[in-house]
């Protein structure tokens, strides 16, 4: 448990499912729009944890570089600390570049059904090519300066289409905002959307 970063726990001692919650280069755990993200895990009444990362907390503004190694063993540290192979299921929410560091981890895993990825604004310049093959559900916005849902589709192409599954917010840029007056007007549609897939997890997971 060494090199923890700050971070945030919820435990809820009957949940069997562990939310992790990756945020944004621009958007620390502290931001509105995480914090939110936190709580419907928590009101949902799922374990969830979320943290900064390291280059965040020292105030600086680039990652460790195009594999995180620094933020990957921040995120296996806090995984630890959370005693997530206690388990049963455990689903990465990744905003950004947080969807990216969940990418690397996922690609190497082998208990591919334990885990699923949200991933909130798909950054395809710098995304990683995924070899991950369990359920993925991506919310995009129509305006993202990356591509909207069709982009993103032609990138996963090499991925099994029944397994993921695609939302698009119209007028919304890669934050969910305006892309003009960069007012967060679309950030709510985004949780909306986000409460919904929860859902179909849930379903997926009892029909299993």
């Known amino acids: 448990m060494n090199n923890l970063p700050n971070f945030r726990f919820f435990h809820n001692k009957n949940a069997d499912t562990l939310d992790i919650v990756l945020n944004g280069a621009d958007y620390d755990m502290d931001s509105d729009f995480m914090v939110k993200i936190f709580e419907i895990s928590k009101k949902a009444g799922k374990s969830v944890v979320t943290f900064n990362f390291p280059f ?3 105030g600086e503004e680039s990652s460790s570089g195009e594999t995180m190694p620094e933020e990957t063993e921040a995120l296996k540290s806090v995984m630890n600390f959370c005693h997530s192979k206690d388990y049963k299921n455990i689903r990465f ?4 570049l947080g969807a990216i560091l969940a990418t690397l981890f996922l690609n ?19 995304f990683p090519k995924i070899s991950f093959t369990g359920n993925i559900y991506v919310i995009q916005g129509e305006n993202d300066k990356n ?5 993103v589709k032609e990138a996963f192409n090499n991925l099994d289409q029944n ?5 698009e917010i119209p007028g919304a840029d890669h934050s969910f905002r305006d892309p003009e007056t960069k007012d967060p007007i679309f950030q709510e549609k985004a949780l909306e959307i986000l409460s919904t897939i929860k859902k179909i997890l ?3 997971k009892s029909a299993n």
């Open 56 to 58: 965040q907390d020292r």
């Open 108 to 126: 190497n895993i082998k208990d591919v059904e334990k885990y699923s990825l949200i991933i909130l604004g798909t950054p395809l310049k710098y």
């Open 147 to 151: 591509g909207g849902v069709k982009e």
């Open 202 to 204: 849930q379903n997926r």
């Open 93 to 96: 929410i990744g905003k950004s």
């Open 163 to 167: 397994k993921i599954k695609y939302f």
